[in-house]
């Protein structure tokens, strides 16, 4: 009976009653798909996949369900086709571009835009919901020999000479644009395009690859177009031979035809990293990380193979360092004679990327990562794999016993070379003082390494609440403003009169709401506790309040008031709706859509009747039925209309089905008849009211929520925007690291907890400091990003007043050459570089995934110094980096010998050595401590 059912799900099309069932379905099938070469793969939107996954509770069963996704939109992925081409093929095939030739915009991201499921899961998904457009892409098997999706078919413009002329028109066409698989030879290619473009005979056709030269193809029918270095945006002539034998570009004579191949120079240190998908995170830490010179000059002139260690336990037998190595060499070839073959060179790091995700599988998917937390893994592994201490001795730190700070934090520091000496802790190691004094007068005092000065930013005493405020009279236009309320102690009393002080409208006429997906929250309707309070939220005036809505906060039950006031009104949220039908479907035709902005019906309990509803509704709505100006300025007359021009419906919170009838009957709400009967209780937390609309929406006045005309905006908005975001300079930062915390720890010599005060310094910097703006962090029970502007300077760092030893002034000062970018929202976002390449000293360029550009100069503060610096980094000015590179390279014979000791790691196992760092805070090398 369960296969059957899934049978019918699955190949008939019936979609599941259950978004549980759909959620195993689509789970079952993912975990039963197996690809192989050719298997057919189908891209979809990032966010309807999203949506989906929400309404099926994907990750979570708990989280909050969003409502059903609708037909799978991947309109936004389609890239516009040229004029002609779109001409060619309505005009002359009259038919629409196969699934595969369908081209995707430039810039889309597997991960961000799109993500890709196997003909499996597609199948039963595009069957329940429909798609206005599908994008098959096929597996293949690339030079290497790796199995990879083909994800962006080469676009190739094809020309034909002589033209075809079009029937019955006589137009002439002579271009048509064609996808093309990389692996496709030139013969599978030539068969393509006649068929495409229905030439019927291959004998009498030459193709030509054009790219500022001309060559024939003709001698190179068995290679492939990757083998021919022919790319996207080139041209290929298909040139068709007359009825007389003669051909459009003449004989070819033997050795005369040109075999040029176009190359470009490389500039070293300026190549840009192929985004794999969700991969900017780590483009971005490699690319600071490239141009920290001394590293790359000690990978790329072999040194490494010096110092690498392929016994250390906590190490992963040299092979994190080996592949780096690999990625530098590739970044910065050092053979002149080696060319590009396009004039922007990219790096694709997939190799690395797949060695990193071998050792620790947090980096092994294509899930958005941190950028930090890639970096702390990759520079624990470099230091392990390149410790020169072999034989690592246990010696235990001294407890503090009244010793001053220089001798203790000698003692620390030569305690830590006994097990640690890297180039990695040479350039990035520091040292921080802790202290830690308890009431009962015990004071403990130690000296940690760090890698990273983690900096917390600060989190505001009070939050900003964005309300959009909807007047009863709806010809009001909304007005947004903001509120700033204790983050902490702020109650919902508050933020009503604040609500009421903004609007000039009385409390109790205020209803406050959340919007889910353009619709009311129900569970939003009543707020009780101001944690419920979201950042944007709508209010509405009201005639009056429900006995429901309270608005004051209690702390418990047995506070709360126990008499509620008279229920004198209801105020029921409505939805504006258009039913529209479609003469293909296969259950019913019917189909919902919501525009403009919900509202508050607000009525009396008493005495109000069905008719009343309608009466009440015509009246408030009358300024969506004003008579409109056409294209001319002229005025069209007034809507002529029978009774109402609306009908009222009962339908569920998202407005897509009835709540009260079966599922089967596919109802999108019972009508509300015109009547004198009073009205009932079918209105709660779960239902709403549907306004079905009958004028078309182009002859009515409504709120395009789409444009931002539609509110006025406050002053206060603007007024807090400014006070919540101000700029900290980042001395003020790091004296929020040295304030002292209050905890409570317990005492081994009292034997219970005492209340003790935690202090962290400075004690010195690395000759490379890293400074980490901790902008992700967790924040009464969630996760929460700040966009505070951190002003840092890009030259002349001193940081004398930061460390707390003695140290010469000249070594505390600091200059900017690379630093890591986060843009957008938290579990998400784009991860970018600026970095000072070794070609163009003093030059700053922005490291974009595979693009490189440069910054023009009087942007570089704008640029640079941004509420998205996420990792700075810092080179000590008066660091002489030759100290470190005294010793002579290997020789190539040296090396060869060296890198036959790494062993290769076996593929395909999850290689985490549990001795090994890992991507988390409580297991960290000592080299790498990070500050939580």
Known sequence: MEVTKQLIYTNVGIKPSSYKTERRIIQQHFNEFVNFEGAFHYIISKKWWDQWKSYVRWDDETEKRSPEPGIIDNKPLIAKKPRWASQFYNNYFGKRLSTEDVKMKNGLEEGTDFVVLPITVWSPLVLWYGSNQEFRRSAIKNLDEELEIELFPLQIVVKLEPAIVLQPSRKKVDSAELSFSRILTVKEVKRKCCMDLMVRTMNKIRLWHVRNVAVCLEDDLDLSLEELNVQSGDTLVLERQSRQGIWPRGELNGDDEPKIIEEFDIVPGMAGLKNLGNTCFMNSGLQCLSNTDILTEYFSTKRWCVDVNTENPLGFSGNVAKEYNRLIDALWPLDPDFKSNSPRYVVEPRKFKSMIGMWNQDFGGFRQQDSQEFLGFLLDGLHEDLNRVKDKPFTPNPDFDGQPDEELAQIYWENYLKRNQSIIQELFAGQLRSTRESDCGKKSVTFDPYTFLSLPLPMDDERGIEIIFFYLDQTIKPQKFSILIDREEGTTEELYEKISEYSGVKVDHIYLASMDHGYFDHKSFIFDEFKTVRDCMNAYEVRGKSEEMNITDHTSEEEAPKKKRKRVYCNVSALHRKISTTKIYIFTPYSTSLFSCPFILSYKRKNTTYRDLYDQIHEQLQWMLEPKKDLNGNIRRKIEYKGYPFKLSVTTMDGTCCPYCPWYKFCTGCEIEISDEVVGNEFD????????????????????????????????????????????????????????????????????????????????TPPILIVHLKRFQFYNNRWKKSNRLVEFPLEGLDVTDWIISETEEEDNIYDLYACVNHYGRLGGGHYTAFGIPKAHPGEWHCFDDSRVTPIPEDKYEEEIVSPAGYLLFYRRRNFDPQNLLSFDPPTEQEVSAILKTIPEPPEGEDLRNPNAPANNSNNKSTCSKMLT
């Open 685 to 764: 937390h779960e239902s709403t009211i549907a306004i079905d609309w009958k004028i078309d929406l182009k002859d009515l006045h409504y709120i395009r929520t789409e444009s931002r005309s539609w509110y006025e905006q406050h002053p206060s908005i603007e007024e807090h925007w400014n006070k919540l975001n101000k700029p900290i300079p980042l001395d003020r930062v790091v004296s929020w690291f040295n304030q002292e915390e209050d905890m409570e720890v317990y005492c081994g010599t009292c034997e219970k907890d005492e209340h003790n005060i935690k202090k962290m310094d400075l004690w010195n």
